[in-house]
Structures are given as structure tokens and as C-alpha cells.
């Protein structure tokens, strides 16, 4: 169980490392806001994420996995399959299981409300990835303990999808440009950073397209899937309309709060509503 605390921890800070190098060195958009100040709000969210895990599964989803493999429950647990045809199965499915709680976090107006938080970034990056509220973070501990147990996951399958999860948000929301001769042939079995940047638009339709965060083959297969935005890569608006001010998306007490606070009243365009808003 050491060791799983380590190579989580080692593998994560290597890959935010290895982006945030990338990201500096050769970044793809100059962020509207100051860095200190997203990083300080993104990165104390980080931390109330690990805090919360803490709390609420000390010895991690392991424990699952291992309770339900002393119950034989689980269909993996149940149908006799190579051990490590039951790693790649559950790495797989549990990766579905999070593109689905993603869509239903866009769905429900009240779990949107938290999720909107990691939208309300004006900006991505590395960090975005890992901006998450800690009551969303709390509910998927859930549904990925649910998943875990009814499908019997084996306790590597839960390891290596912890630190792939990690290591997919983290890539997919930096703020860089793959060549077209790599990103092409990625982004049809992977999620690359052009394809999430299009989740990440303030146009509703491409907010509620491209969930997966590892494996794209789900957006195809569900029918969400968007090839490139209206205003292509490097003209979308990142972001939310409603949170497009410095005192409303950044802040640690803002984005703590946000969920809890009625959205911000955007000013109505000249000729109408306005337009891709949601409640
Ligand atoms: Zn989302």
C-alpha cells in the first residue's frame, strides 16, 4: 500500500512537471489572467481534493477492490478471465464509467453547479485539470467505489487507472499544440489537448461534446464527439460567459463558494438574450 502511495504520487508530479515544462516552454495561448492568481485557486483546490480523499477513503479505493474480491462479488470476481485480461477490462471500463458521471455532471443542473467550477477557468492548463471542486471529487470517489465493486475491479486495475486518470486530465487540459502529423493519429484513440480545449469553449454545444478524458473512442461511440470547434482551435473562447471576470472565477473563497452562489448576470447582448447560457 506504500509503494501505491509512492508510485502515485511519483507518477503524477512527473507528468505535471513534464507538461508544465512543456507549457512554458512552448505555450499555445497567453492566459487573459495572471498566473499566480489562477494557480493559487487551482491549486488550493488540489489540495482540498487530496484532503477530501483522505478523509473519506484513508487506505484509498484498494479497499473496495479487496472487499469485494473477499465476497466474491463483481462480475470480474465472477467470470473466469486471465488476470490480466481483468486488469485491461476494468482500466477500460472504470475510464467509461468516468466519461458517463462526466456527461451526467453537464446534465444535472445541480451537479452542473459544481462541475461548473473546473469550467469557470478562464484559462487551461495543466492546473485545470486537477481544478476540481471537492464535493465533486467526494461523489466520484463514490461512483468510482460503486463501479469498482459491482464490477470487481482487481487492485491494479484500480492503481493503474488512478494514475492514468491523473496523468490524461493533466495532458489533456495543458496549454500546448501537438503537430497535426501526431495529433491527428492521437486524438483517434486518446484525448488530445485540441480535442478537450473544445469542452472547455463557452459555445454550450462544444461545452456538452468531447467528455472523454482518457480514451476517445467514447465520445464516437456515444455520439458526442466534435471534430473541431465553429471558431476553430486557436479562435475559441475558453471558459464561461457567466464567469468572465477576474472577482468571479479566481479567487480561493470564489471558487470554494462558487457552487452555492447564484450564477453572475451576464448583460444581455444589444439584439436579444443572451445566447449558450444555461442554468
Ligand atoms: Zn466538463
Redesign the pocket.
Known sequence: MQNEVWLRMGSFILVLALMMIWEAVMPNRVSPVARYKRWSSNFFLVLCGALTGRLLVPAGLAVVAIFADEQQFGVLNRVPVPEWAAVALAVIALDCLIYWQ?RV??RVPLLWRL?RV??ADPHLDASTGLRFHPIEIALSLGVKGLGIFLLGVPVMAILIFEIVLNASAVFNHSNIKLPNWLETPLRKVIVTQAMHRI?HSQVVTE?DSN?GFCLSIWDRLFHSYTHEAKAGDDGLTLGLKEYNKENNNTGISTVLLMPFRQIPKQMPPKNGSPKNERS
Open positions: 462526466h455532471f453537464h462541475h473546473h469550467h469542452h461545452t467528455f
